[in-house]
């Protein structure tokens, strides 16, 4: 069964920027289907904001922009991209991909949001981007890698890294080229087409990394894909992209849900299970671009992104499930990061947010900020998009839109406890379709999250505040629609819950305990007695409009 997942995997249409930038080819020219612009007619749509060119998200030949919904979105039907004053192409999505431009050259862009009859808005902010200078380009092969699937090239390969000129482009083509820790430096890009395979040798990988949080990291070893420094910012503008595969080795078979090399760095390091490998281990960079691969079959987290800023994150496939531990994506600790248009499919949780762990890591301060999510689709994961359970400095000022969780054990998964510290504020989460989920609640926000070591110092309950959760579609749950659980004296606060539907939750409607000043305003709910379960003795300050049925109360023993 595991080698038919990892055919089906790399036969998927999804694959990597070649993927991507067919599938930004395609939106190039006008879909036939797509609203028509209306000639002559005064604009009733407003427009779009903030168009911009995410970090990185541009090579010699391609440029990716996105853009903000308008502030009245409701009549918005799709979005019209111009480049240079042409259309360029039709999209519902809130990003565009745009190929086969020329090197070193401007394009002017503009998007305009268009309304089911095709009328259009006024122009978003014009943003002109430049392409980069031609890539030079140093192939692999030419430096004596082979793609047998069986021979080992670090060396090789980490050759290429190595005389890639400032501004070029190390180049894996067609094969399966086996190798193990690989390093990467500034202003490069690695290009996968073909396949980088881990080795399955734990030899092969440095027991090294300290990914994160410093304070408290033990060795792990270091991953297949490493852009790292603890010298934060000392290694800028590096892109991992490509048509291919990134695969951490073999899969283990029988009952286990680990990677041969997971097993193997296990063993090694005396059975300590945390030590294993992430795939993609990026520490303290300043500007980054992981676009369009599919990665599968990691010894623990896939991608792990620690103290980095300016990231952007575009088109991957990500299918690592169930492996033990197998996060889509970490971020921990960084700041302005940009993630859609990808899938996860994976171990644990799909999207996740940490921001450092008790006493240390509320003395670190250093938040995870200004965060973006649209655009992307979960499947089966311990939670869709996470805010925790390391929350100590905060993660804050993030804004998830437009995904699609579909099987995950919960959807928007908010998880503290009461010694953690911090916690998430100022987050907005909107326009999400929550379904199929598979243990728990769509919505769930809780303060007794279990896993945290004993040997973190204390630094108090963490809690979920000035959070907005709106027009959210909830079907076939397994226990709840909305969850609400803090802790006595730390109250989840401030959340506002808007236009939520929930249909089919097995285990009642809504749960809330220990919450204040929060509204719950238009949540509907069928087939999911009892509707809401309140307690009366722990909250506070709740307000409910329109609410079917109308909320009941009941008091705790």
Same mark, same amino acid.
């Given at each position: 069964?595991?080698?038919?997942?990892?055919?089906?995997?790399?036969?998927?249409? @999804?694959?990597?920027?070649?993927?991507?930038?067919?599938?930004?080819?395609?939106?190039?020219?006008?879909?036939?289907?797509?609203?028509?612009?209306?000639?002559?007619?005064?604009?009733?749509?407003?427009?779009?904001?903030?168009?911009?060119?995410?970090?990185?998200?541009?090579?010699?030949?391609?440029?990716?922009?996105? @853009?903000?919904?308008?502030?009245?979105?409701? !009549?918005?039907?799709?979005?019209?991209?111009?480049?240079?004053?042409?259309?360029?192409?039709?999209?519902?999505?809130?990003?565009?991909?745009?190929?086969?431009?020329?090197?070193?050259?401007?394009?002017?862009?503009?998007?305009?949001?268009?309304?089911?009859?095709?009328?259009?808005?006024?122009?978003?902010?014009?943003?002109?981007?430049?392409?980069?200078?031609?890539?030079?380009?140093?192939?692999?092969?030419?430096?004596?890698?082979?793609?047998?699937?069986?021979?080992?090239?670090?060396?090789?390969?980490?050759?290429?890294?190595?005389?890639?000129?400032?501004? #070029?482009?190390?180049?894996?083509? $067609?094969?399966?080229f086996v190798s193990g820790a690989l390093f990467l430096k500034s202003n490069m890009t690695l290009q996968i087409d073909g396949t980088l395979r881990g080795s399955d040798d734990?030899?092969?990988?440095?027991?090294?990394?300290?990914?994160?949080?410093?304070?408290? $990291?033990?060795?792990?070893?270091?991953?297949?894909? =490493?852009?790292?420094?603890?010298?934060?910012?000392?290694?800028?503008?590096?892109?991992?992209?490509?048509? +291919?595969n990134v695969c951490g080795g073999s899969w283990a078979g029988g009952n286990a849900i680990d990677t041969v090399l997971g097993i193997n760095e296990r063993n090694a390091s005396?059975?300590?299970?945390?030590?294993?490998?992430?795939? &993609?281990?990026?520490? +303290?960079?300043?500007?980054?671009?992981?676009?369009?691969?599919?990665?599968?079959?990691?010894?623990?987290?896939?991608?792990?992104?620690?103290?980095?800023?300016?990231?952007?994150?575009?088109?991957?496939?990500?299918?690592?499930?169930?492996?033990?531990?197998?996060?889509?994506?970490?971020?921990?600790?960084?700041?302005?990061?940009?993630?859609?248009?990808?899938?996860?499919?994976? +171990?644990?949780?799909?999207?996740?947010?940490?921001? #450092?762990?008790?006493?240390?890591?509320?003395?670190?301060?250093?938040?995870?900020?200004?965060?973006?999510?649209?655009?992307?689709?979960?499947?089966? *994961?311990?939670?869709?998009?996470?805010? #925790?359970?390391?929350?100590?400095? @905060?993660?804050?000022?993030?804004?998830?839109?437009?995904?699609?969780?579909? *099987?995950?054990?919960? *959807?928007?998964?908010?998880? %503290? !406890?009461?010694?953690? #510290?911090?916690?998430?504020?100022?987050?907005?989460?909107?326009?999400?379709?929550?379904? !199929?989920?598979?243990?728990?609640?769509? &919505?769930?926000?809780?303060?007794?999250?279990?896993?945290?070591?004993?040997?973190?110092?204390?630094?108090?309950?963490?809690?979920?505040?000035?959070?907005?959760?709106?027009?959210?579609?909830?079907?076939?749950?397994?226990?709840?629609?909305?969850?609400?659980?803090?802790?006595?004296? %730390?109250?989840?606060?401030?959340?506002?819950?808007?236009?939520?539907?929930?249909?089919?939750?097995?285990?009642?409607?809504?749960?809330?305990?220990?919450?204040?000043?929060?509204?719950?305003?238009?949540?509907?709910?069928?087939?999911?007695?009892?509707? @809401?379960?309140?307690?009366?003795?722990?909250?506070? *300050?709740?307000?409910?409009? =329109?609410?079917?049925?109308?909320?009941?109360?009941?008091?705790?023993?």
């Amino acid at each position: 069964m595991r080698k038919n997942l990892v055919l089906f995997v790399a036969f998927s249409i @999804w694959f990597g920027c070649a993927a991507f930038q067919k599938q930004a080819q395609s939106a190039t020219t006008p879909d036939s289907n797509a609203p028509k612009t209306a000639v002559g007619k005064a604009a009733s749509v407003a427009a779009p904001q903030k168009l911009m060119v995410p970090p990185m998200a541009y090579d010699d030949s391609s440029i990716t922009a996105i @853009w903000s919904k308008p502030s009245d979105y409701s !009549n918005v039907a799709s979005y019209n991209v111009y480049q240079n004053g042409s259309l360029a192409g039709n999209t519902k999505n809130l990003f565009f991909n745009i190929t086969g431009l020329e090197p070193n050259s401007p394009y002017s862009l503009i998007v305009k949001a268009v309304d089911a009859s095709g009328k259009e808005s006024g122009p978003s902010n014009k943003v002109i981007q430049s392409t980069a200078p031609a890539m030079k380009v140093f192939n692999v092969t030419a430096y004596g890698a082979v793609g047998d699937g069986k021979t080992l090239n670090t060396a090789a390969i980490q050759k290429a890294i190595d005389e890639c000129t400032s501004g #070029g482009k190390v180049l894996i083509p $067609s094969g399966t080229f086996v190798s193990g820790a690989l390093f990467l430096k500034s202003n490069m890009t690695l290009q996968i087409d073909g396949t980088l395979r881990g080795s399955d040798d734990a030899n092969d990988y440095p027991l090294t990394s300290k990914r994160f949080p410093y304070y408290i $990291s033990g060795n792990n070893y270091m991953g297949l894909i =490493n852009a790292y420094t603890t010298n934060y910012g000392s290694i800028t503008n590096v892109r991992i992209c490509g048509s +291919g595969n990134v695969c951490g080795g073999s899969w283990a078979g029988g009952n286990a849900i680990d990677t041969v090399l997971g097993i193997n760095e296990r063993n090694a390091s005396g059975g300590n299970d945390s030590a294993r490998a992430d795939m &993609i281990t990026v520490k +303290g960079v300043d500007g980054l671009y992981l676009g369009g691969l599919t990665l599968i079959n990691s010894p623990m987290h896939v991608i792990f992104i620690s103290y980095s800023k300016d990231i952007t994150v575009n088109g991957l496939t990500v299918t690592t499930y169930d492996i033990h531990n197998a996060d889509g994506i970490d971020l921990a600790t960084s700041d302005s990061a940009y993630i859609f248009n990808s899938s996860f499919d994976t +171990g644990d949780d799909c999207i996740n947010f940490n921001a #450092g762990v008790g006493a240390d890591g509320v003395k670190e301060n250093y938040p995870d900020n200004n965060i973006r999510v649209f655009n992307c689709i979960t499947k089966r *994961g311990h939670g869709g998009v996470v805010f #925790g359970s390391f929350t100590a400095a @905060w993660i804050q000022n993030v804004l998830v839109e437009d995904c699609n969780f579909d *099987g995950t054990d919960i *959807g928007l998964r908010f998880k %503290t !406890n009461q010694s953690n #510290g911090g916690g998430a504020r100022n987050v907005i989460c909107r326009d999400i379709i929550i379904k !199929n989920i598979a243990k728990d609640a769509a &919505i769930f926000f809780d303060s007794a999250y279990a896993h945290t070591p004993s040997k973190y110092t204390s630094a108090g309950p963490g809690q979920f505040k000035d959070i907005t959760v709106k027009n959210i579609t909830c079907t076939n749950l397994k226990k709840y629609g909305i969850y609400v659980s803090g802790l006595e004296g %730390t109250p989840h606060t401030n959340l506002s819950l808007s236009n939520i539907s929930i249909d089919g939750a097995a285990s009642g409607g809504a749960y809330i305990k220990y919450c204040t000043n929060s509204t719950f305003d238009t949540i509907s709910t069928t087939n999911s007695p009892p509707a @809401w379960t309140i307690d009366a003795n722990s909250t506070s *300050g709740l307000t409910f409009k =329109n609410c079917s049925p109308s909320p009941k109360y009941v008091t705790s023993e």
